[in-house]
């Protein structure tokens, strides 16, 4: 399947594509090399020329833009933390499937990590441009996508999939903290309180 009917799927009808995931024989990296990878890499890479390139402009204010050099290592590292961070989620998801009625399935577990970022990724192509970077809160509809994946992947009992849910996303807020902090470091002081 292509990627870009993966990713249509997904997004417009995530029940009968978590199906399909779920029959689908496991390969981790054929996941992270056909759809994490480029994924990931394509919404940093938007980051980096929203960011860098083009700049944030306030009227009445120059342009601010993140040197060039400092992006790209910002961004190679916030890159190779996101691909490890896509299999801490999916231990994650593993370990507390039980407490909701799940199983500890590993396999299961990193199709649904890696498949349930795919709307937070294709929203971050919004930060080409500055001015709609906003707009990358629509990538919170891959709580939904997370949500309606637990229970065909996991076994998850429903009437405990928001908690279950939560706790994941909880999670990977956390983690997702952390991996923009350590991003952060590589972006000169003077650059990062514009």
Known sequence: MSLITRVKNLILSPKREWEAIAAEPFAM??????????LSGLSILA???????????????????????????????????GL???????????????????????????????????????????????GLSILSVLGLYGIYVLHVGLPRLMGSRTDKG????????????????LVSLVAAQFIPASARGF
């Open 29 to 38: 990296r054929a996941i992270y090399a056909n759809h994490v990878v480029p």
């Open 47 to 81: 980051a980096f020329v929203g960011t860098s390139l083009i700049g944030y402009t306030v009227p009445g204010l120059p342009t601010f833009r993140i040197p060039v050099a400092a992006g790209l290592i910002a961004g190679i590292a916030q890159f190779v933390l």
């Open 84 to 130: 490890a961070m896509v299999w801490v989620i999916a231990q994650a998801i593993r370990v507390i499937a039980p407490h909701f009625g799940g199983r500890d399935d590993a396999q299961a577990a990193f199709k649904v990590a890696a498949y349930a970022y795919t709307p937070a990724w294709v929203a971050g192509l919004f930060q080409v441009l500055p």
């Open 162 to 177: 928001l908690v279950y849910t939560a706790c994941i996303v909880a999670i990977g807020v956390v983690l997702g903290v």
